[in-house]
């Protein structure tokens, strides 16, 4: 093998710098002169070119009946007046088709079957890849409208008591209370621990404590013969809120708390919402 002459490796160093970063370097520096050092010019084309390849994976990472799709981030909840543009998005690539579907597909009466295990499927391998997927965006996928994949993921979890990780429940965004009732029931009623509640529902254990201390304020509030709006006011929740929760009390049966009305030391401190609360 022969070797290389010090002219022949200059003649094709250029060549090698020939890429997507030199081009974005390039209008950095001429389209905001004086903006940008050279190192953080070099820095900032780094992080812009590492985003462009996640977006845009080689043909050869996908298999057939899968598909390139973005998710927000799951550890980046939403708050108020926060826009899309403003959060972390996450590119994921999903089933959309398996060997299975053609199958059950083949067989008489199977076909219900295959979209709701496939509304769950996507779900699901999105948030396996630290994204989660809305409503809307499971609607795009399946060419359904939003309320038939509501409505098969609350089947869905109806019917199994598994929690389906989108975005309204990961996030805590609109009105549902589905996460809410799943994991009060878990815990309080079939006693479950704290680490198997959060694992099972998607949550983490300190939502897990909230969502539980939530209903032992009101349930104690309630028990104390206190009104749902005199109970919205002591624990800092909305009306709305506090009547959700007395719902999901009647629902499941639970006896009354052993202090009502303050005995035995507790304080109205307690029902109160404090500042640490997610919500």
């Known amino acids: ?99 299975q579907d053609i199958e059950d597909m083949r067989a008489t009466g199977r076909r219900l079957k295959v979209r709701r295990d496939k509304i769950v499927r996507l779900f699901r391998q999105a948030h396996d890849q630290n994204a989660v997927l809305t409503l809307a965006d499971v609607s795009l996928l399946m060419n359904s409208d939003t309320g038939t994949v509501s409505r098969e993921v609350l089947k869905h979890e109806k019917e199994t008591g598994e929690t389906v990780p989108r975005r309204g ?31 099972e529902t998607f949550h983490s254990p300190r939502e897990v404590e909230y969502y539980v201390q939530c209903f032992r304020r009101i349930q104690l509030c309630r028990d104390s013969g206190m009104s749902k709006e005199d109970i919205a006011l002591a624990t800092g929740h909305s009306v709305f809120l506090v009547q959700e929760y007395l719902d999901l009390m009647k629902e499941f049966g639970l006896p009354p708390l052993p202090n009502p009305a303050g005995k035995d030391g507790v304080t109205s401190g307690e029902v109160r919402k404090t500042s640490e609360d997610p919500e």
Not at 174 to 193: D, F, N
Request: charge should be positive; include cysteine.
């Open 1 to 99: 093998m022969g070797r290389r002459s010090p002219q022949g490796h200059q003649a094709y160093d250029a060549s090698g710098r020939k890429t997507f970063k030199s081009a974005l370097c390039h209008l950095l520096q001429t389209e905001f002169p004086g903006s940008f050092g050279p190192q953080v010019t070099t820095l900032f084309a780094d992080q812009v070119n590492s985003l462009f390849e996640q977006f845009h994976p080689p043909g050869d990472r996908f298999k057939i009946g899968q598909v390139l799709w973005v998710g927000v981030a799951i550890d980046d909840p939403p708050t108020r007046s926060k826009r899309i543009e403003d959060t972390k998005l996450v590119p994921v690539v999903l089933d959309l088709v398996i060997g």
């Open 169 to 199: 429940t990961v996030h805590d965004l609109g009105p549902s209370v589905t996460h809410k009732s799943i994991i009060c029931y878990k815990c309080l009623v079939e006693r479950k621990p704290t680490s198997q509640v959060a694992q």
